[in-house]
Protein backbone atom coordinates (compact mmCIF):
# COMPACT_ATOMS: atom_id res chain seq x y z
CA UNK A 1 0.00 0.00 0.00
CA UNK A 2 1.31 3.38 -1.13
CA UNK A 3 2.38 5.92 1.92
CA UNK A 4 0.17 8.26 3.07
CA UNK A 5 -2.72 6.43 1.64
CA UNK A 6 -6.65 5.30 2.50
CA UNK A 7 -7.90 2.16 1.06
CA UNK A 8 -10.87 0.11 1.64
CA UNK A 9 -11.18 -3.29 3.51
CA UNK A 10 -13.48 -5.16 4.61
CA UNK A 11 -13.50 -3.74 8.24
CA UNK A 12 -13.68 -0.15 6.30
CA UNK A 13 -11.35 2.55 5.84
CA UNK A 14 -7.58 2.22 6.76
CA UNK A 15 -5.77 5.34 6.80
CA UNK A 16 -2.12 4.14 6.32
CA UNK A 17 -0.26 7.87 7.39
CA UNK A 18 2.52 9.11 5.90
CA UNK A 19 6.02 7.67 7.17
CA UNK A 20 8.93 10.49 7.72
CA UNK A 21 11.71 10.34 5.86
CA UNK A 22 14.83 9.45 8.35
CA UNK A 23 16.26 12.79 7.42
CA UNK A 24 12.78 14.77 9.02
CA UNK A 25 12.70 12.11 11.76
CA UNK A 26 16.44 13.53 12.49
CA UNK A 27 15.75 16.63 12.36
CA UNK A 28 12.95 16.40 15.06
CA UNK A 29 14.66 14.58 17.39
CA UNK A 30 17.50 16.52 17.42
CA UNK A 31 14.49 19.64 17.86
CA UNK A 32 13.45 17.79 21.34
CA UNK A 33 16.76 17.71 22.62
CA UNK A 34 17.97 20.79 21.78
CA UNK A 35 13.89 22.54 23.23
CA UNK A 36 12.21 20.32 25.27
CA UNK A 37 10.52 23.06 26.56
CA UNK A 38 8.69 23.28 23.48
CA UNK A 39 7.61 20.06 23.74
CA UNK A 40 5.80 20.33 26.87
CA UNK A 41 4.57 23.66 26.13
CA UNK A 42 2.88 22.12 22.91
CA UNK A 43 1.78 19.25 24.79
CA UNK A 44 -0.03 21.50 27.95
CA UNK A 45 -1.92 23.51 24.78
CA UNK A 46 -3.20 20.33 23.68
CA UNK A 47 -4.44 19.55 26.83
CA UNK A 48 -5.48 22.86 27.82
CA UNK A 49 -7.29 22.80 24.67
CA UNK A 50 -9.09 19.55 25.70
CA UNK A 51 -9.93 20.98 29.05
CA UNK A 52 -11.34 24.30 27.51
CA UNK A 53 -13.51 21.85 25.40
CA UNK A 54 -14.85 19.87 28.19
CA UNK A 55 -15.08 23.28 30.70
CA UNK A 56 -17.16 24.54 27.59
CA UNK A 57 -19.07 21.51 27.43
CA UNK A 58 -19.97 20.96 31.50
CA UNK A 59 -20.83 24.92 31.72
CA UNK A 60 -23.37 24.72 29.22
CA UNK A 61 -24.89 21.83 30.65
CA UNK A 62 -24.78 23.12 33.74
CA UNK A 63 -25.79 26.62 32.05
CA UNK A 64 -29.50 24.95 31.83
CA UNK A 65 -29.54 24.57 35.39
CA UNK A 66 -27.75 27.39 37.03
CA UNK A 67 -26.56 30.83 36.94
CA UNK A 68 -23.80 31.60 35.22
CA UNK A 69 -21.52 31.99 38.14
CA UNK A 70 -22.40 29.33 39.90
CA UNK A 71 -22.38 27.08 36.34
CA UNK A 72 -19.04 28.36 35.71
CA UNK A 73 -17.52 27.27 39.30
CA UNK A 74 -19.06 23.37 38.63
CA UNK A 75 -17.22 22.97 34.90
CA UNK A 76 -13.89 24.49 36.77
CA UNK A 77 -13.92 22.04 39.51
CA UNK A 78 -14.56 19.15 36.96
CA UNK A 79 -12.42 20.31 33.57
CA UNK A 80 -9.93 21.82 36.66
CA UNK A 81 -9.50 17.99 38.27
CA UNK A 82 -8.87 16.47 34.35
CA UNK A 83 -7.47 18.73 33.33
CA UNK A 84 -4.60 18.38 36.07
CA UNK A 85 -4.13 14.86 35.79
CA UNK A 86 -4.09 15.09 31.75
CA UNK A 87 -1.05 17.65 32.35
CA UNK A 88 0.75 15.20 34.84
CA UNK A 89 0.34 12.17 32.57
CA UNK A 90 1.06 13.31 29.24
CA UNK A 91 2.79 17.17 29.86
CA UNK A 92 4.93 16.02 32.50
CA UNK A 93 5.87 12.71 31.78
CA UNK A 94 4.07 11.26 34.64
CA UNK A 95 5.77 13.04 37.21
CA UNK A 96 4.88 12.31 40.55
CA UNK A 97 4.46 16.09 42.61
CA UNK A 98 3.84 16.17 46.43
CA UNK A 99 0.36 15.88 47.27
CA UNK A 100 0.15 18.80 49.60
CA UNK A 101 1.50 20.80 46.28
CA UNK A 102 -0.45 19.19 43.79
CA UNK A 103 -3.52 19.79 45.93
CA UNK A 104 -2.71 23.64 46.60
CA UNK A 105 -1.93 23.82 43.39
CA UNK A 106 -5.67 22.79 42.30
CA UNK A 107 -7.02 24.90 45.39
CA UNK A 108 -5.00 28.01 43.79
CA UNK A 109 -5.91 27.20 39.84
CA UNK A 110 -9.72 26.70 40.36
CA UNK A 111 -9.82 30.31 42.70
CA UNK A 112 -7.93 32.05 40.00
CA UNK A 113 -9.76 30.77 37.19
CA UNK A 114 -13.22 31.55 39.30
CA UNK A 115 -12.45 34.65 40.03
CA UNK A 116 -11.07 35.55 36.82
CA UNK A 117 -13.98 33.70 34.48
CA UNK A 118 -16.02 35.03 36.87
CA UNK A 119 -15.41 38.52 36.03
CA UNK A 120 -15.18 37.86 32.77
CA UNK A 121 -19.03 36.63 32.42
CA UNK A 122 -19.70 39.94 34.54
CA UNK A 123 -17.98 41.78 32.34
CA UNK A 124 -20.49 40.27 29.53
CA UNK A 125 -23.26 40.25 31.16
CA UNK A 126 -22.59 44.45 31.79
CA UNK A 127 -21.91 44.95 27.83
CA UNK A 128 -24.56 42.21 26.62
CA UNK A 129 -27.03 41.09 29.22
CA UNK A 130 -29.05 39.40 26.39
CA UNK A 131 -25.61 37.01 25.76
CA UNK A 132 -26.57 33.17 25.14
CA UNK A 133 -25.37 30.72 27.05
CA UNK A 134 -22.69 29.82 23.84
CA UNK A 135 -21.44 33.35 23.96
CA UNK A 136 -21.18 32.55 27.66
CA UNK A 137 -18.74 29.73 27.24
CA UNK A 138 -17.32 31.07 24.39
CA UNK A 139 -15.70 34.22 26.17
CA UNK A 140 -14.28 32.13 29.27
CA UNK A 141 -12.70 30.18 26.81
CA UNK A 142 -11.12 32.34 24.93
CA UNK A 143 -10.04 34.29 28.41
CA UNK A 144 -8.95 31.11 29.25
CA UNK A 145 -5.77 30.86 27.20
CA UNK A 146 -3.84 33.70 29.59
CA UNK A 147 -5.00 31.91 32.38
CA UNK A 148 -3.40 28.43 30.62
CA UNK A 149 0.16 29.89 30.16
CA UNK A 150 0.25 31.28 33.98
CA UNK A 151 -0.75 27.39 34.70
CA UNK A 152 2.00 25.99 32.53
CA UNK A 153 4.69 27.85 34.35
CA UNK A 154 3.16 27.17 37.96
CA UNK A 155 3.10 23.63 36.98
CA UNK A 156 6.33 23.13 35.39
CA UNK A 157 8.24 25.44 38.00
CA UNK A 158 5.95 24.37 41.16
CA UNK A 159 4.04 21.40 40.72
CA UNK A 160 5.80 19.00 38.33
CA UNK A 161 9.09 19.48 39.39
CA UNK A 162 11.21 16.07 39.24
CA UNK A 163 12.73 15.35 42.75
CA UNK A 164 16.31 15.94 43.09
CA UNK A 165 18.31 13.26 45.02
Known amino acids: MANG????GRRGLRLHPPTPSPAAL?????????HPELRR????AVVGA???????????????WLPPVPANIVALLVSTALTTEMNRRFTFDGVVAPRWRASVQDVC???????????VLLLLDWID????AWEEAAAVAAASVL???LRFLAMR?????????
Do not use: C, H, I, K
Request: aromatic share 16%; charged share 20%.
Open 41 to 44: LVRF
Open 109 to 119: TVVFYAFYSSG
Open 26 to 34: RRLDGLRER
Open 129 to 132: PAAA
Open 157 to 165: YWVFVPLRR
Open 5 to 8: AVEQ
Open 50 to 64: TGTGLNALFYLAMRT
Open 147 to 149: GGL
